[in-house]
């Protein structure tokens, strides 16, 4: 049954990529099972993500706050917001 539903999965046929910028790419794949164009977007997202270089702010540290969820006097959000 498994083997079955896979052979009969719809596979793209056509597959392009075009530069039309040095900083930008256009990826086409069709046709695609229902869902699947989420699920591969997805991933190379992350991929992408976890794959370029640049600064982040990964830690701040507030003078009178002992934790993230903290309080601070004049300020409506938690530390964590």
């Not at 079955?4 to 046929?13: A, D, G, M, T, V």
């Not at 392009?16 to 900083?23: A, R």
């Amino acid at each position: 049954m498994i083997q079955k539903n896979w052979q009969e999965l719809i596979k793209p046929n056509k597959i392009e990529f075009s530069s039309k910028k040095k900083t930008l790419t256009t990826l086409v794949a069709e046709p695609l099972e229902r869902g699947f164009g989420l699920t591969l977007g997805n991933a190379l997202r992350r991929v992408l993500l976890s794959s370029l270089r640049g600064a982040a702010v990964t830690a701040v540290q507030i003078d009178g706050v002992l934790h993230e969820f903290s309080s601070i006097a004049g300020v409506r959000e938690d530390v964590t917001d």
